[in-house]
């Protein structure tokens, strides 16, 4: 089965500091992936997607990031993280053909001022 | 209204009743999802609508829990005989065009207690 792997659910770290949320999935075949975010009182909303092209791919708030596809992996990155990022992150991956999308458990950050 | 919309916000409910939860998207979009988050869990996938036709419902998880979308807009998801594990957010999401992959926007879902 599909399985999606974040690897840390809470991640603590002080304004300024750089950040990389880990994301690894199981499906071989072709995917679609995603980073959504939910902040604090709101709803999820989409970060950044990437389909094909340049596995570098950017999103609002200065989030990036990268496919690797010999690692199954689409890591999240922001260089300098704000107060205003604390929220939960998903990362979530749809395979090709499909309908829904298969999310991760989600990563809590909290950054702190 | 300007985005996904769900109702009840909260609805707390004994064992065995069953629940009607309600989802009206964005205006003008085609495609409809239903997801249930557990506590701690992300999103998991229940069921789709490309307007008013079911087009996967491989997610639900028995037959209890059924949707649907008479009209190509709003949607209900019911859970009958309701059980305690059925506890968690049902959030509805939905997106402009029935393509893969579309952008999903989210509701702020509707938090469900079975007591």
């Known amino acids: 089965a599909q399985s999606v792997s974040q690897h840390n659910h809470h991640v603590i770290l002080s304004e300024a500091a750089s950040l990389e949320l880990g994301c690894n999935y199981s499906?071989?075949?072709?995917?679609?992936l995603f980073w959504y975010v939910q902040y604090p009182g709101q709803h999820l909303q989409l970060l950044l997607k990437?389909?094909?092209?340049?596995?570098l791919v950017k999103g609002i708030k200065g989030f990036e990031a990268e496919f690797i596809k010999s690692k199954f992996s689409f890591n999240l990155r922001k260089p300098s993280v704000q107060w205003s990022d604390t929220a939960e992150y998903f990362c979530?991956?749809?395979?090709?053909?499909?309908?829904?999308?298969?999310f991760g458990k989600g990563t809590h950050l909290i950054i702190q001022p | 209204g300007a985005g996904v919309s769900q109702s009840p916000r909260y609805k707390v409910t004994k064992r065995g009743q069953d629940v009607a939860l309600r989802c009206d998207p964005i205006s003008g979009h085609v495609s409809l999802y239903w997801y249930r988050q557990a506590l701690g869990q992300g999103p998991e996938f229940l069921t789709y609508?490309?307007?008013?036709?079911?087009?996967?419902k491989s997610g639900l998880p028995n037959d209890r829990f059924s949707a649907e979308r008479p009209e190509g807009s709003i949607s209900t998801l019911t859970i009958q005989r309701t059980e305690q594990r059925d506890s968690a957010m049902y959030r509805c999401?939905?997106?402009?065009?029935?393509?893969?992959?579309?952008?999903?926007?989210f509701g702020s879902g509707t938090q469900l207690s079975v007591l």
């Open positions: 499906y071989g075949g072709t995917v679609n």
């Open positions: 999401a939905s997106s402009l065009e029935p393509s893969h992959g579309e952008k999903l926007f």
């Open positions: 609508f490309n307007y008013e036709a079911q087009q996967d």
């Open positions: 979530a991956v749809r395979r090709g053909g499909a309908d829904g999308l298969t």
């Open positions: 990437y389909f094909s092209g340049d596995p």
